[in-house]
């Protein structure tokens, strides 16, 4: 059997992700990108706009600052407007209940953490199975535990503003983590579980020591923490399970590969590559190769003029894994819609598919039209690759 077609629950291999943080910045302000964004007030049409590219999937988030302003009691009214529209328009939504935020009064080291997060789980199950209890519902509890525990645990980036705390703040997060999926599992066993961690290749200098080659290795080790955990393989005590593996989601983005301790990033399109460099193909594999479970690009895109070039490499990549056989059951450009940035929101990274045209309130849209040419190419890459394997059974 092509390991790369069976069973696959998304309805597209590519998908749009929609930038949905809710999360307090670097000055401690609130941002909300799914408003700043207008993919709130434009969702219809900006379904409707992927259409050309057969794009069937996304990703959003329901913004638990938002839904949940007061202590277990949550309003679903947006969430609800923004499935009504998923549904008609045929979109399967797989849906973040954290992405980067979380209530006023929360952070991952509040004790009541984890037993608010679980109860939120329980009445989003409630609630979407009350209107769909035939679907198949794709979650992801809580969008990359190991960079957002650095950021808020390490330097300062987010709640809860912690230096030298990235190991404390990580094991809060996935308790929450473990708790969620074991509240959702025990209302709907039929939930799909789908994790979204940073992939990474962090390298040792040039002529380096021993040591320094052992802190690489070891740093290049921990991007796995996050899904160990939730396997149980580490730190057991918070109740992990190689049960709660289901669709390993990784995201990959330009500056991704570096030199430990240092902000140097390996550049993916020099002329001379890195020979420390590794290309997407043999990352995706080696986390396939360790948990055996199926794969997703989660996240990934290019700021700037580099965009076309970065799709047409994501093509490659995706097919050369493919044609090895390793489960890969689809890609997400995200974001889909031009993002500001989460510290400066006056900054916009031109990273989307849709720039957006800042003139209009909400922001306009405006195809990026030779990135949508690349991706349409790398679509077509894939899909030849997709077509030749076997289909058994």
Known sequence: ???????????????????????????????????????????????????????????????????????????????????????????????????????????????????????????????????????????????EVSFIAWLGGDVKGTSPYCVRQGWEVKLGLMRAYIEGVAAMREIDPTIRILTTEPLVQIVPPVNATERQIIDAAIADENQFQSVDMLAGKIAPELGGSPNYLDILGFNYYYNNQWINKTSIFLGWNDRVPDPRWVPLRRLLMKAWHRYKKPIALTETSHPGIDRPVWADMIGRECRAVLEADVPLWGACIYPIIDRPDWDHLDRWHHSGLWDADLSMNPPGRVLNERYAQALLKAQTVVTDSLVKLPIIG
Request: aromatic residues 14%; neutral net charge; charged residues 20%.
């Open 1 to 143: 059997m092509a390991k790369s077609l069976s069973n696959n629950p998304f309805q597209s291999f590519w998908w749009a992700g929609y930038e949905c943080t809710d999360q307090l910045n670097c000055f401690g302000n609130r941002v909300d990108l799914l408003s700043k964004t207008g993919h709130l007030q434009l969702i219809e049409s900006d379904y409707q706009q992927l259409s050309p590219f057969s794009i069937r999937t996304v990703r959003e988030g329901i913004r638990w600052s938002q839904v949940e302003k007061k202590a277990y009691q949550y309003d679903w009214s947006m969430v609800e407007q923004m499935l009504t529209v998923g549904k008609r328009q045929g979109i399967q939504q797989v849906w973040d209940l954290c992405h980067f935020g979380y209530p006023d009064d929360l952070t991952p080291l509040h004790p009541m953490f984890a037993r608010r997060f679980a109860a939120l789980c329980r009445a989003f199950v409630r609630f979407y199975r009350d209107r769909y209890p035939d679907d198949v519902l794709i979650v992801t509890p809580i969008n």
